[in-house]
């Protein structure tokens, strides 16, 4: 009968388990959901910045501007900024983009030059102070869907280490959102910014929906926005150059919340995914315990009969 009592205790708990796991998968999903809304509230003045920036490069060299953002000098120190979570339970997301950043490290230390690290979000952060790593800066508690005004706050550290020469080149180290069950580190330099891509290209805008009762996201192509372009009889009030230093610092502010939004999307639907996984095997373990119950009970209702047809035999 213990053993019963045991077995019942233990489907309850697994059960209990199965509703939290539940529970956080459908959390996850709702900031999914508010995730996208914001990326596709915050397209348009994105894309109206590359548009003006496109323009302008039309109308100058970027080569031959000479401003703190496009200069590019011998490398002496690498700054990496590493974006990861601040909670686990999401399978390996934390894991593989601090590995991709470890590796990087050893690249950039095997080319003879030092790096310092500015990392984003608890797991990164404590993975790299035990190990004692040089860091320059730790950004943690952010909005799990991120916003333009923590994008600008990491974005003004990043500026001031490079303008102060504290680091020649900055590089970013954040997960790409793929689909719900893939992605992937990925690396991109972000100072001194690149006038190379600013040419209007196609994108896609990934949507979470739901069929069946299952979750699933659907890729829908936009087409680039060439509408609206800088006629090229247009006369500037100011010099171009200095119009161009006023937009670089909001360009570098855009690919920063671009960033911090792949990570978070990232970060979420592999937490969905392993909150969906926890939640089977509850089930599978739910039902496995139970067949064990049924097992163990049957076979404590026949012990029971058998006592009782031989205290029967044994009074004849």
Known sequence: MANLKAIRDRIQSVKNTKKITEAMRLVAAAKVRRAQEQVIATRPFADRLA????????????????????????????GILVISGDRGLCGGYNANVIRRAETRAKEIKAEGLDYRYVIVGRKASQYFQRREQPISQTFTGLEQVPTAAEASMIADELLSLFLSETVDRVELVYTKFVSLVS????????LPLDPQGLEPQDDEIFRLTSRGGDFQVERQRVAANTQNTLPQDMI?????????????????????????????????????TAMNNA????????????????????????????EVVGGANALK
Do not use: C, H, W
């Not at 992605?183 to 972000?190: A, D, H």
């Not at 937009?247 to 502010?253: H, I, R, W």
């Open 51 to 78: 548009q003006v920036l496109y323009g302008l490069q039309t109308r100058l060299r970027f080569e031959d501007a000479d401003l703190p953002l496009l200069r590019k000098r011998d490398v002496q120190t690498v």
């Open 183 to 190: 992605s992937r580190p990925v690396i991109q330099t972000l």
């Open 279 to 306: 939640s089977d095997n509850a089930s599978e373990l739910i039902s496995t315990l139970t067949l064990s119950y049924n097992k163990a009970r049957q076979a404590a209702i026949t012990q029971e009969i058998l």
């Open 236 to 272: 500037f009030e100011q010099d171009p150059v200095q119009i161009l230093d006023a937009l670089l610092p909001l360009y570098l502010n855009n690919q920063l919340l671009r960033a911090l939004q792949e990570s978070a999307a990232s970060e979420l639907a592999a937490r969905m």
